[in-house]
């Protein structure tokens, strides 16, 4: 037998993730003899577990909230994607360099190829300036969205967030706003994302938009999937508004990761169906 290889997930918080369920459905499904765990960690925690993948110990790191802008600082190399995005999610040891990638702009890509939702031309309103906004920006500039609309509490964020996608080469118009501004730019039809964590954990119970706001031919995506019906969900469901969580895009973001780390296409090789339905068995 082979020997098994080991990866990780890290951030704080991370009772929610399903990356062990996730990642040992796909182990199954594919017979890759491979472990994957998670830990909570502090930021200066992470020098440390980088150092297991560089010592072999590990294979592979998978990074989540709030590290994915803070992890690049100990890496050696970005992969290109990931410099443009500026965010971080997975970690792989290659000819002896810590390299980081971004899956998550794929996996959102894949949410919004499996929903039949079209960016081309779109005024979008992103809720939040982190790492994995950053991702769903990258995603939708690709898909040609017309306008991006951050809302933030703290608008310099925001800023440093455009100045750093303003260096993808796009017509996608950028613009950030406070929270107390955005109201009057919702329309009837808008596409609507939730990035931050207003929805799991300690934020269980809240939503970044009111219900007074939602309309039935709006799309509201969270990119949160425990639990699957956040406020943000459900408010949207009683409004009659299409409504999304992020179950896809987690999959398909963990199907990538594993890509990175084996070098060849282990997703082509699952069922969707199996994982995600195990996955709302635990949910």
């Not at 992020?246 to 999959?251: A, C, Q, R, S, T």
Request: with cysteine.
């Amino acid at each position: 037998m082979s020997e098994v290889r080991l990866f990780l997930l890290i951030g704080d918080p991370i009772d929610h993730s399903l990356g062990t369920i996730l990642h040992e459905n796909i182990f199954r499904q594919t017979g890759l003899n491979a472990e994957y765990s998670k830990i909570r960690c502090d930021e200066e925690d992470i020098p440390n577990v980088l150092d297991y993948l560089r010592s072999g110990e590990l294979d592979g790191i998978n990074v989540t909230i709030p590290y994915k802008k803070t992890v690049i600082e100990h890496l050696d190399e970005l992969n290109p994607r990931a410099r443009l995005i500026q965010s971080v999610n997975t970690v792989a040891h290659v000819n002896d360099k810590l390299v980081g990638y971004n899956t998550d702009w794929w996996g959102f890509s894949m949410l919004l190829r499996n929903h039949d939702i079209h960016a081309t031309g779109r005024s979008i309103i992103i809720f939040g300036t982190g790492g994995s906004a950053h991702s769903v920006a990258y995603a939708l500039i690709q898909g040609g969205a017309g306008m991006l609309i951050f809302v933030t509490r703290d608008k310099e964020h925001g800023q440093t967030l455009i100045d750093s996608l303003s260096i993808i080469d796009s017509d996608t118009i950028l613009t950030c706003v406070e929270y107390d501004k955005f109201p009057p730019l919702v329309k009837p039809n808008s596409i609507i994302i939730n990035t931050t964590p207003l929805g799991m954990g300690d934020f269980e119970g809240r939503s970044p938009m009111s219900t007074e706001l939602m309309m039935k031919d709006q799309i509201l995506i969270d990119l949160i999937y425990n639990p699957l019906e956040t406020e943000f969900i459900y408010l949207g469901k009683l409004s009659g508004a299409t409504t999304i969580n992020g179950l896809d895009m987690f999959i398909h973001q963990g199907l990538l990761s594993l890509d990175t780390w084996y070098g060849k296409a282990i997703s082509s090789n699952v069922n969707i169906q199996k994982i995600t339905a195990e996955l709302v068995e635990n949910l």
